[in-house]
């Protein structure tokens, strides 16, 4: 009788058990469901954003600001010296399409144009290669005039940022990171990040190495690369007339000439439009 009783007892915690197991696991089923149904999309964004950065380090990038100079060349206060000895030490404006820039570097300049550039070699070791501004696509513009669907679902993609020029569509799409997506963020915002990815995804970057961003009075853009590390230097400038200028800083072959921020900066601050009546 005794074995009986003791063997209804197991039997009803065993039941107890599996009744409790049941519950848990059902719960368990309820709340992975809440969440796929809640963050499944966005937990496959952030490891698909995950795995591109994986492929392409580069990604996690943003534009670090670089330091505007202290004075544009133009206004530096010239040493006294006699007029012959100024007019030698003045220096170059190197002029090539429509802009022109105060060289960075002494001594005598020759430009080459080639097919899609103009090589502007300086006899000191400094080489720019200076890409044609007629041959940038002015992206935000074409789309604007010629695809307004396009252009309004680029406007959605980021957000309340308002685009409407190709510098603000670069600045947005190189700050993007995939840190910046989360499993738990909003589902919209998760969209909406991935696609500018693919943006920057596809615009890729001029050279390796780190990514800056400058403002030096009308002319604002990126640089590619950092002169400390003794490798071309790349950038994109945009002036006040939405025109997007290309240009990559390096040396001649076999020159141990070096290229400083400064001189980078320089040639940046000072690139302008060549005034009509004279070109």
Known sequence: MAEASTTHVTTEKAESSAARTAILLAAGVLVVAAFTVAFGLQTLVW????????????????????????????????????????????????????????????????????????????????????????????????????????????????????????????????????????????????LRINGVLLYKLSFGYDLPGDIHSFEFGSNRGFQFGDPVYEQPIAVRVFDTQGKQLRMIFTVAAGSAALITQDNIDSALQSLQLIPLLER
């Open 47 to 190: 490891l698909n954003a995950k795995h591109w950065a994986s492929v392409n380090p580069w990604l996690r990038e943003v534009p670090k600001p670089l330091a505007a100079p202290e004075a544009p060349p133009s206004a530096l206060p010239a040493p006294a010296t006699s007029a012959a000895s100024s007019k030698q030490a003045k220096p170059n404006q190197v002029k090539v399409y429509d802009y022109e820039f105060t060289a960075p570097w002494p001594g005598n300049v020759k430009i080459t144009p080639k097919l899609l550039y103009s090589e502007i070699r300086f006899d000191s070791g400094p080489l720019v290669l200076f890409f044609d501004p007629e041959a940038q696509l002015n992206t935000v513009e074409e789309l604007k005039t010629k695809n307004g669907a396009e252009y309004q679902q680029l406007l959605s993609m980021f957000g309340d940022e308002p685009i409407d020029n190709d510098y603000l569509l670069y600045k947005a799409t190189y700050e993007a990171s995939p840190d910046r997506i989360s499993p738990f963020m909003n589902r919209d915002d998760a």
